[in-house]
């Protein structure tokens, strides 16, 4: 006789699908499982008693308890309860964006059932950042980062990606996101993102990041970058693109003329472009 499987753990709630009359399949992130799906029994109800409802919504860290039959069987949800709560969080648009990317970058690339310490420890730090009222777009362009290195996906950051240098690295290419020398990007300056001579490419992933000092079209260069290499590597676009690139462009019209911000602004295709409402509903 095979003895059921009892898991406790802390976890961020990922997604949540409805699930018959009042129930949900909820996508799990736990500090020590990695990805998990659970079925959360009656947690739509909207006159349950006990925390369970108010617990999977929103972005807080969770205490969970999950039974199954067996390992490979799916697990039921039969406790949680609010350990860390965000609950100014969602009332920001910026941030809420932003918490939703984190959520996305975890689904896409976090392999299930794999602990993820690291990935863990980041998306924890930059929720509660999020909640303090930190910069939503230095941590979106650092988090991409961050992701894109945890997940495997190394950037050629430590030497120059045309001569081998390992001194004036002082642009990333769009294109590969991989660091470039001065003297190499020389020629093709109008095409690479610039990064000022104090900060360079490693001090990207520095966290929590400072990256207030750039310009707003070098951060928008540098979303560009990670977003890109997370298209290529994922294999499509995110569900949050849209918002992340008008939270992004936000302020690229404070350091150039209008002309020159209307070009940089990406056109939206109509069959990928989400409203607000679609992005921040229960996915």
């Not at 190394?154 to 294109?175: F, I, K, N, Y």
């Not at 003297?183 to 966290?207: E, F, H, I, Q, T």
Request: proline residues 8%.
């Amino acid at each position: 006789m095979v003895r059921p499987v009892v898991i406790e753990d802390q976890g961020l709630v990922i997604r949540r699908i409805p699930h018959r009359n009042s129930s949900l399949v909820v996508v799990l992130f736990c500090r020590d499982h990695g990805l998990l799906s659970c079925v959360a029994k009656g947690a739509r109800r909207v006159t349950r008693t006990g925390g369970q409802r108010a617990a999977l919504s929103g972005f807080h860290t969770v205490a969970l308890t999950l039974r199954s039959r067996s390992p490979n069987a799916l697990a039921t949800l039969t406790g949680a309860e609010i350990l860390v709560p965000r609950e100014r969080l969602p009332f920001k648009p910026a941030a809420m964006a932003v918490a939703q990317r984190f959520q996305e970058l975890i689904q896409r690339f976090a392999p299930p059932g794999d602990p993820q310490s690291e990935l863990w420890s980041l998306t924890s730090t930059a929720l509660d950042l999020l909640e303090q009222g930190y910069d939503p777009v230095s941590l979106l362009i650092s988090g991409q980062f961050h992701t894109l290195f945890q997940a495997g996906y190394a950037l050629s950051w430590e030497s120059c990606a045309g001569c081998g240098r390992t001194q004036d690295l002082v642009h990333l290419s769009p294109r590969t996101g991989n660091a470039v020398c001065g003297d190499c990007g020389r020629p093709y300056r109008n095409r690479l993102v610039d990064l000022p001579r104090s900060m360079p490419p490693s001090k990207l992933l520095a966290w929590p990041p400072d990256l207030g000092l750039l310009s707003p079209r070098t951060l928008w260069g540098l979303y560009r970058v990670g977003r890109d290499r997370l298209q290529h590597y994922g294999h499509k676009p995110l569900a949050s693109d849209a918002l992340c690139e008008t939270l992004t462009l936000s302020g690229i019209g404070s350091d150039s003329d209008q002309g020159e911000s209307e070009r940089l602004r990406p056109r939206p295709d109509p069959l990928t472009t989400l409203t607000t409402r679609e992005v921040c509903r229960d996915r």
